[in-house]
C-alpha cells in the first residue's frame, strides 16, 4: 500500500514518503505519473522545502492538465527530510539522483531555485543522460558565493531558528525571497495563508548555517560549489529565470552569469515585479514560460 501524506497547500499536490540507499524523506506529486507524461524535477533552495514548489506545481496541472508529471523532494535537513549532514552540494545531488532511481524517474526536466540551482547544476553536468533540460531559477552562480557578496547574515538566521523565533525567520525570509505586498500576484490563493505555510518549513532545517569553517552545512555547500568551467560545455538547453527586483542577487551578478553559457543553448526571461521568488510570486507566468521553452526542445 502506498501512503499519501496529507500535508500540502494546493489539493492537485499530494505528498508521498520515500526511503532510498541514502536518506528518506517525501516528494511532492502533482499531474500525471512519468511514464505517462513528460516530467519536472523541481530542487528546492536552503531556508525551504519542497513546498515552495506547490503553487508552480498547481499552476502546471490548472494550465496544462495531463501534460506533465511534477516531483520536489524535500532536501536533507530540510522539511521533512532525514536531519543528515551537509557535506557540500554533492549531498544534495546524490540525494536526488537517489530518489529518481528510487521513484524509477528515467529522465526529467531539471529545475532548480536559489541553492537548489547548484544541485541541479550537477545532475545535468554529471549524469546528462538523466535530464532533458535545465532550468535555472534566481540561481546560485555556477561560481558558488565564495566571491559573491550576498546580503543574507546566515548567522542571525540560524540563531532565529534555533530559538524558535517564528516572528524574526517570517520577517527576514520575506524581506529576502519575496516581494513586498500581497502575492502571488496572478490571482493565485491569498497571499498571508500560503505565506505562513510556506515559512513553516524554514524552522525545520536542521543545524543552519552549519559548520561552514568545517566545509559542513548549507552555506559551505554554496560557497565551495564552483562549476563555472564547466558551463561553456554543456550540451541541454538552459533557462534563466529571475525577477527584476531580486533582493538577494543583483542585476550585474545575473549579466555574469548569463555570460558563461553557450549563446546557442540559453535563453533568460525576466520577470518583472518579482523578487527571488518567481515560481511563488507570478506561478501562472512561470509554468507557461516552462512550458514554452520545454516545448522548443
Not at 76 to 93: C, I, K, N, W, Y
Request: glycine share 8%; proline share 7%; with cysteine.
Amino acid at each position: 500500500m502506498i501512503t499519501i501524506w496529507d500535508d500540502t497547500f494546493y489539493d492537485s499536490v499530494r505528498v508521498f514518503p520515500v526511503k532510498t540507499p541514502r536518506l528518506s524523506t517525501v516528494y511532492r506529486h502533482c499531474g500525471r505519473d512519468w511514464q505517462d507524461a513528460e516530467s519536472i524535477f523541481f530542487i528546492h533552495g536552503s531556508l525551504s522545502s519542497g513546498r515552495w514548489w506547490e503553487p508552480a506545481m498547481a499552476a502546471f496541472d490548472e494550465l496544462m492538465p495531463g501534460k506533465y508529471a511534477c516531483y520536489a523532494p524535500d532536501l536533507r535537513s530540510h522539511g521533512q527530510a532525514d536531519p543528515l549532514p551537509v557535506q557540500g552540494m554533492e549531498s544534495f545531488t546524490l540525494d536526488c539522483l537517489a530518489v529518481m532511481d528510487t521513484i524509477g524517474l528515467k529522465k526529467a526536466h531539471i529545475v532548480g531555485w536559489s541553492m537548489g540551482a547548484g544541485p541541479a547544476m550537477q545532475l545535468v553536468f554529471d549524469h546528462p543522460d538523466r535530464c532533458l533540460s535545465l532550468t535555472l531559477v534566481s540561481p546560485l552562480p555556477p561560481f558558488g558565493t565564495g566571491e559573491a557578496n550576498l546580503p543574507l547574515n546566515r548567522e542571525n538566521i540560524g540563531q532565529a531558528i534555533r530559538q524558535g523565533n517564528f516572528e524574526a525567520v517570517t520577517r527576514i525570509i520575506r524581506a529576502s525571497n519575496l516581494r513586498s505586498g500581497r502575492f502571488p500576484l496572478d490571482n493565485s490563493p491569498p497571499g498571508n495563508a500560503l505565506f505562513y505555510y510556506l515559512l513553516q518549513s524554514a524552522m525545520q532545517i536542521e543545524n543552519y548555517p552549519g559548520d561552514e569553517a568545517n566545509g559542513e552545512g548549507d552555506s559551505a555547500a554554496m560557497h565551495l560549489f564552483n562549476m563555472a568551467d564547466r558551463c561553456a560545455g554543456i550540451d541541454l538547453p538552459v533557462l534563466s529565470v529571475h525577477g527584476d527586483e531580486d533582493a538577494i542577487i543583483p542585476n550585474e551578478l545575473f549579466a555574469r552569469m548569463s555570460n558563461l553559457w553557450p549563446t546557442e543553448k540559453f535563453r533568460e526571461v525576466v520577470f518583472k515585479s518579482a523578487s527571488h521568488s518567481p515560481m511563488v510570486e507570478q506561478p501562472r507566468r512561470f509554468a507557461i514560460i516552462l512550458d514554452e521553452f520545454f516545448s522548443t526542445i
